[in-house]
């Protein structure tokens, strides 16, 4: 286990969508100047589908990294790739390292998981070394080598980094157990001497991946490491292989060090401190024993933890002395953009909106329609033509107006399977499509030969009253100039022996309940002079309802423009497809409930010509 676990080109794949954790380790990569991003790829099992892509920030660009489902098949597409960062749960970690480790291409696996089975740890680790591989964990926050790579959470934030000048490789090898106390130990180091070279947390359960020794050994192969620092704690005899291997010559290099947990001595025995392994079982377990046998032979220990620091600078100051320090080559870090959620809580940064919406904000705890709370509307039990009134108009409209557009919509919610928008989506449902794609063919119907005839019939009599046109000169008019048959005028079956029962309603309801209705009485006038030239040219259904809004729009005060507003943003066209959807939904689930085959034309209803 002599080599160098990563460099600035390694790649790692990591198991487990964290998202955080892979922004971290990419803006990591921007302040160390590399020049391809450190993660290849993100394995993802809950995923649908083999592949998919997670946006990431490169600096200030954004960039996708792929998603798979399978390890597998991300290291076949990745065979750069030869670290796996394992954010797997404790229950699945076992598995998927061992998949890991069986793959040619993976020579570092990176265990965050902390709490699995010390005998599925041992297997591990077993196949591991039989491979010539590295295990960092379980339990740990990884490792990192300043300048060059770090795994996932490891040093904390970008501004730690900065901080413990970790964008550029220093002269120090530190390897400890704990992952908390080595972001304090990188920045310790920082101060002390020219920075980490790298830094590993071996992981706190009680079979590591790899120990102390295995990466101080690396540490003392290394000729741009000249010291090491090593953080102990209470519990296992990992200390004590240091011991012998400072005894027998395989390290040379001077070692600053101190186990933790010499409190434990004033405690019961037994007692475990945090870590799994943090746990003395016998004497030599304890942290004081360790450190003085660590002292013993000549390994730098200092009196306490809080003369740590001191020690560190000593030892490096000594060896600068002695000429052994290479010069650090210091750049000054790419300052990393400020996300934009947090500029814009600090209030340091502005953006232009790309939508306005002036109806409806649910930010808050309550979805709020035109200034109205949602939860109000519905303990008020206000009716559909209030909320409609506030989403559309803005504005609360009063009981007369609710109850209009309530009528308008009992009375569009359906014609019978015969017109064209209920007949497309009762064939488009038997074709066995669902219900949006169903409805979507039906609305998609309505036009100026199919409901459309509501706006018309407003947008032409409010052209005839703004120009102050009598009946008989609208009528000419519609005729000779605009050349059109007049909208919302004449039915196939209706006629005036023999009414719409539904234009009978309308007409009662706003003659009751509108003080004034101009539109109306304007059309009735017009009426009078088709039905004198055939029977069945009355005011119909889609007529009255777009005239008789009209008429609604000027009870409430609306001005001409606001009046354009409405017509021009087909607010009655809306009216229609609202009411309509209902029918057309109810044509859907009856062809559903009957399992209705899928329809074709009958040959006798198709005249075939040449």
């Not at 450190?38 to 099992?45: C, D, F, L, Q």
């Not at 943090?278 to 004081?288: C, D, F, K, L, P």
């Not at 066209?573 to 034309?601: C, E, P, T, W």
Request: glycine share 10%; charged share 25%; net charge neutral.
């Amino acid at each position: 286990m002599s080599r160098e676990l990563f460099n600035r080109n390694t790649r790692a794949i990591i198991y487990g969508f964290q998202r955080n954790a892979i922004q971290r380790m990419l803006d990591f990569d921007f302040v160390c100047k590399r020049e391809t991003p450190s993660v290849a790829a993100v394995i993802r099992p809950s995923q649908t589908g083999a592949i998919g892509y997670h946006k990431v920030f490169w600096g200030g660009q954004e960039i996708v990294i792929p998603i798979y489902r399978k390890l597998e098949l991300a290291i076949k597409k990745h065979p750069e790739a030869d670290v796996l960062i394992n954010f797997s749960s404790f229950r699945s970690a076992y598995p998927t390292t061992m998949e890991a480790l069986r793959a040619d291409t993976i020579k570092t696996v990176a265990v965050i998981a902390e709490g699995i089975p010390e005998r599925k740890s041992r297997e591990m680790n077993r196949l591991a070394r039989s491979k010539g591989k590295v295990i960092i964990g379980p339990a740990t926050v990884g490792g990192i080598q300043a300048g060059a790579f770090k795994i996932g959470n490891t040093a904390g934030t970008i501004e730690n980094v900065v901080l413990s000048k970790l964008y550029r490789p220093g002269s120090v090898g530190f390897v400890s157990k704990s992952g908390g106390m080595s972001n304090e130990m990188n920045f310790a180091i920082s101060q002390n001497s020219d920075g980490v070279y790298e830094g590993i947390a071996i992981g706190g359960d009680r079979y590591a991946g790899s120990t102390l020794l295995d990466h101080l050994l690396r540490y003392e192969a290394n000729p741009k490491i000249k010291m090491m620092v090593c953080l102990g704690e209470v519990g296992g005899t990992g200390e004590i292989d240091i011991v012998d291997a400072v005894k027998d010559g395989r390290l040379t290099k001077p070692i600053v060090m101190w186990c933790i947990g010499t409190a434990a001595k004033l405690l019961p025995s037994g007692l475990q401190f945090g870590h799994a392994g943090a746990m003395a079982g016998s004497e030599m377990e304890t942290a004081s024993a360790k450190n003085k046998a660590l002292a013993e032979v000549g390994v730098i220990v200092p009196e306490s933890y809080d003369d740590f620091g001191d020690k560190i600078n000593e030892t490096f100051e000594k060896l600068k002395a002695e000429g052994k320090i290479d010069p650090v080559e210091e750049f000054e870090p790419p300052q990393l953009p400020i996300d934009y959620a947090k500029a814009s809580k600090a209030g340091i940064v502005r953006r232009p909106t790309d939508v306005v919406c002036t109806i409806s904000d649910e930010r808050g705890d309550v979805p709020m329609f035109s200034g109205v709370g949602l939860d109000s509307i519905v303990e008020q039990n206000q009716s559909l033509g209030y909320t409609i009134g506030l989403l559309w108009f803005k504005r609360e409209l009063p009981k007369f107006a609710q109850d209009y557009i309530e009528i308008v919509v009992k009375l569009t919610s359906d014609h019978g399977p015969a017109v064209s928008g209920a007949h497309n989506a009762i064939v488009t449902a038997r074709a066995g499509r669902d219900l949006m794609s169903s409805l979507a063919t039906g609305i998609l119907t309505i036009g100026p030969r199919f409901g459309g005839a509501i706006s018309d019939a407003a947008k032409y009599v409010k052209m005839a009253l703004e120009k102050k046109m009598a009946p008989q000169e609208f009528v000419d008019h519609m005729k000779n100039v605009v050349g059109i048959n007049i909208p919302g005028i004449g039915h196939r079956i209706k006629s005036v022996q023999n009414p719409d029962v539904r234009v009978k309603l309308l007409k009662e309801f706003v003659l009751k309940n509108f003080e004034k209705h101009p539109y109306l009485d304007f059309t009735l006038e017009v009426e009078k002079i088709t039905t004198s030239k055939r029977n069945n040219l009355i005011l119909n259904v889609d007529g009255c309802i777009g005239i008789c809004f009209m008429d609604l729009l000027e009870n409430l005060d609306f001005s001409d423009e606001e009046k354009n507003d409405v017509v021009e943003s087909e607010v009655l066209n809306g009216l229609f497809v609202l009411g309509r959807s209902i029918g057309m939904m109810g044509h859907i689930f009856d062809q559903k409930r009957q399992r209705a085959a899928l329809y074709r034309q009958p040959w006798d209803e198709i005249l075939f010509a040449d």
